[in-house]
């Protein structure tokens, strides 16, 4: 029990150093901009708010830019939702 408790708590050490010293690779190619003294916005939203929020920047912030959009947002906190792939995969079955 020994050997797994120090195993582990080394492994979570071991990768809190790579990922402090590695560069998220979805910002890297902002990174350039950061340096240059811009300012990075990063807003996480539903699809169906994004166009609320896309009249809000344009409102409140007319210089901002928008240079990139993610579909793929995973929140490591949220309920993995099993029940939606099963009825799809089983929508699947019945068509096919």
């Given at each position: 029990m020994i050997i797994i408790v120090v195993t582990t708590m080394f492994g979570s050490w071991e990768g809190g150093?790579?990922?402090v010293a590695t560069k998220n690779q979805k910002l890297a190619r902002f990174l350039d901009d950061i340096e240059a003294g811009?300012?990075?916005i990063l807003?996480?939203?539903?699809?169906?708010?994004?166009?609320?929020v896309r009249e809000l920047m344009r409102n409140k912030h007319p210089e901002?830019?928008?240079?990139?959009?993610?579909?793929h947002y995973i929140n490591p906190f949220s309920v993995v939702r099993r029940?939606?792939?099963r009825?799809?995969?089983e929508d699947l079955?019945?068509?096919?």
């Open positions: 150093l790579y990922g811009k300012y990075l807003i996480y939203a539903l699809k169906d708010q994004e166009e609320k901002a830019q928008h240079v990139a959009t993610d579909r029940r939606r792939r009825q799809a995969s079955s019945k068509t096919g």
